[in-house]
């Protein structure tokens, strides 16, 4: 079900770092916001611009199609997802027609999140600095971080089978921040250890007002398909 994520020794990073820092255009050292990660996608005084598409695994514009590399497989992406190559050098399948934009983190590489015309609905990939998944959550869900507004945990569950190391939490929020009002936000924000021994969490966010089946079809697509940015994956999609 893993095997994309799971190639090299499966080694947690070590990082002494609590909160990712995300800096926007034109602050300097002392104007640092400090924030989670899946709680703000842009400086508050100057909000990412959208860098492009999304590219697919040629590096050329996404088009709505997957590559010939990609599609030439046993396993393709479900109906209407295509498969990319970040320019943050991970691999990633999402719907198709989305747009992409990026956040400085002074942690790995730098935060993706990838919208739907709409807005309402958002992919989030970043890496993680605590030692584990499970430090990470404790972490978050402490009285030390700050939450978004209306923050209530549906559940965290923990996905350890000896070969994957992983969290998944789900929970609702009334908003946030820089993001259009679709009433109440449902995430599930899943941080694992991949192939490259390395912790990246993806998010899958939407509006709860539809149900909660979207996001996961959402999570659970892009794990699929995620290989990090130095890992060894398997060229399919899991099952």
């Known amino acids: 079900m893993r095997s994309v994520l799971i190639g090299a020794a499966v080694v947690a990073v070590a990082a002494s770092l609590v909160l990712t820092f995300l800096v926007g255009r034109g602050d300097d050292d002392k104007d640092k916001r400090t924030t989670t990660a899946h709680e703000s996608t842009a400086s508050p005084t100057s909000p990412t611009p959208v860098t492009s598409e999304p590219t697919d695994m040629t590096g050329s514009p996404a088009e709505g199609t997957a590559s010939p590399s990609v599609s030439a497989f046993a396993s393709e992406p479900p109906v209407g997802y295509a498969v990319y190559a970040d320019q943050e050098g991970f691999r990633i399948a999402l719907p198709q027609g989305w747009t992409r934009t990026t956040v400085d983190s002074s942690y790995g590489i730098r935060v993706v999140n990838y ?54 939490l789900e929970y609702l929020a009334d908003s946030i921040r820089g993001e259009p009002d679709p009433g109440t936000w449902h995430v599930y924000d899943e941080r694992f250890v991949a192939s490259d021994s390395n912790i990246y969490a993806i998010a899958a966010y939407g509006p709860d007002s539809d149900g909660r089946d979207d996001e996961l079809e959402l999570l659970n697509t892009a794990l699929a398909w995620f290989c990090p940015p130095f890992g060894a994956c398997d060229e399919v999609g899991q099952d």
């Open 115 to 168: 919208r739907s015309s709409d807005r309402a609905r958002r992919i989030q990939v970043y890496q993680v600095s605590e030692p584990s998944p499970a430090e990470s959550f404790e972490l978050y869900l402490s009285d030390e971080t700050a939450k978004a507004p209306g923050f209530a945990k549906l559940g965290l569950e923990t996905l350890d089978d000896g070969t994957f190391t992983g969290s998944r």
